[in-house]
């Protein structure tokens, strides 16, 4: 079994839909991954990935792992994606779109990624059940997106 490097979570509000991930050298949204987003769950182009998200009512989990090697697949995901992607200043933005971006510290360099999600099923059926609940009952986490990275 291969090692894990190093590991981040943290909370993300699927703004528009959903979220992005991209080096901070590349901070233009690339519309063309909408469309292939929406039909797999996430979609890359090598230097950003776009997630699309099951609702737009509560936070989702988001973990983001290094790994030595390319790690086993996660058990009990509802699926997954694989892609490469560059990080050249060593920094990997998460945007929440028009709520705002941080970042975090990875080695510079190019990886492959796997983007896992889970519970996006359930998420979905409690969005949608609590559309007229006021204030909506919290849910944040149920919906969850692992990204693995491991150098190429």
Avoid at 113 to 133: N, V, W
Wanted: proline share 5%; glycine share 8%.
């Amino acid at each position: 079994m291969t090692q894990r490097l190093s590991e981040y979570r943290t909370f993300v509000m699927p703004d528009y839909g959903g979220f992005d991930l991209y080096d901070a050298d590349f901070d233009v949204r690339d519309d063309g991954l909408i469309k292939p987003a929406r039909a797999r769950g996430a979609a890359g182009n090598g230097r950003e990935i776009c997630v699309v998200c099951a609702q737009t009512r509560f936070k989702v989990e988001l973990v983001i792992e290094t790994w030595a090697a390319q790690p086993d697949l996660l058990d009990g995901c509802d699926g997954y994606q694989e892609m490469q992607m560059e990080i050249p200043t060593g920094l990997l933005v998460i945007s929440e779109r028009t709520r705002g971006a941080r970042d975090i510290s990875l080695p510079k360099g190019e990886y492959f990624s796997r983007i896992s999600f889970f519970g996006r099923d359930t998420a979905r059926q409690l969005a949608d059940k609590e559309l007229s609940t006021d204030p909506p009952i919290d849910h944040d986490g149920m919906e969850r997106y692992i990204l693995q990275m491991w150098r190429a």
